[in-house]
């Protein structure tokens, strides 16, 4: 048996701004993938159609074999690049943010006032921004925090209790128990972000100094938006996530300017 609760998706009546434009056949696939582990209810029915190879565990199998082969496919294209290249740096740090700034660009193609905004900051400062440069560009952080609100790079996470633990809301939880938190969902939950939970916009985290024009990034309860786990267990690596990718922001808008410019005389970068 299966549970009839979906998940909600951009293709939501609600989520339409938000849709993608992937490849029909792949999309699908990754939603089959996905989608069938989160609305099994019942883990013994699935375990049995698995070990049988029917029904709906068939068709898992062959969307996770498909992602699977198309994932793998790029990262042996990356890895033989690098080797061209005579690079031996690992993927492994580069996957995920990668992965979620293909999101961020194309968020920005559908925004064009806040790729405007984006190009604005950084333009105010130098072409090689050092460290504390980086930390300036304030309006980017709020709209890469946006983008992980809305596209976290890891939707779902399953924590496993070590030992009996009571969770604050007074839940028991036994040894050995899972306890799954959802970011994709958490990031669309109108109690936490307004009725305006849909709408790409960076000013949530941003406020205006008193005494001046510029932008204040106001930070949120990592509870609430456990994009990069929370508590004893948040990422450490967190920071130079950050820099990494407003680095590498800053680097491919600037170059899609000159082009853009060059080519078409146009302040804006990717047309809507």
């Given at each position: 048996m299966e549970s009839s609760t979906s998940t909600m998706s951009p293709g939501s009546s609600k989520d339409k701004s938000l849709a993608t434009n992937s490849a029909p056949n792949l999309s699908a696939m990754f939603e089959s993938a996905t989608g069938a582990r989160l609305t099994a209810s019942i883990p013994l029915i699935w375990k049995i159609k698995k070990f049988f190879n029917i029904g709906s565990e068939k068709s898992h199998k062959m969307a996770v074999s498909e992602v699977k082969e198309y994932a793998m496919n790029i990262?042996?294209?990356?890895?033989?690049k690098l080797e061209q290249l005579g690079e031996k740096e690992s993927l492994d740090d580069d996957l995920l943010s990668s992965g979620f700034l293909t999101w961020y660009f194309w968020l920005l193609s559908q925004h064009p006032e806040v790729q405007s905004n984006v190009v604005k900051e950084i333009k105010e400062h130098s072409e090689e921004p050092a460290y504390e440069e980086v930390k300036d560009l304030v309006y980017i952080h709020a709209s890469l925090c946006e983008c992980m609100r809305l596209y976290p790079p890891v939707?779902?996470?399953?924590?496993?209790?070590?030992?009996?633990?009571?969770?604050?809301?007074?839940?028991?939880?036994?040894?050995?128990?899972?306890?799954?938190?959802?970011?994709?969902?958490?990031?669309?939950?109108?109690?936490?972000?307004?009725?305006?939970?849909?709408?790409?916009?960076?000013?949530?985290?941003?406020?205006?100094?008193?005494?001046?024009?510029?932008?204040?990034?106001?930070?949120?309860?990592?509870?609430?938006?456990?994009?990069?786990q929370a508590g004893p267990r948040i990422c450490l690596g967190k920071e130079m996530a950050f820099l990494q990718m407003k680095r590498v922001v800053a680097g491919v808008l600037r170059w899609c300017q000159r082009l853009n410019e060059k080519l078409w005389n146009q302040s804006i970068i990717f047309p809507t």
């Open positions: 990262v042996k294209e990356k890895k033989q939707p779902l996470d399953t924590k496993e209790a070590l030992n009996d633990d009571v969770l604050p809301g007074g839940m028991v939880v036994k040894k050995g128990m899972r306890v799954s938190y959802f970011p994709y969902a958490m990031g669309r939950l109108e109690s936490l972000w307004g009725s305006d939970w849909a709408e790409f916009k960076p000013e949530r985290w941003l406020q205006k100094e008193e005494n001046s024009k510029s932008w204040r990034f106001v930070q949120r309860d990592s509870y609430h938006y456990p994009v990069f």
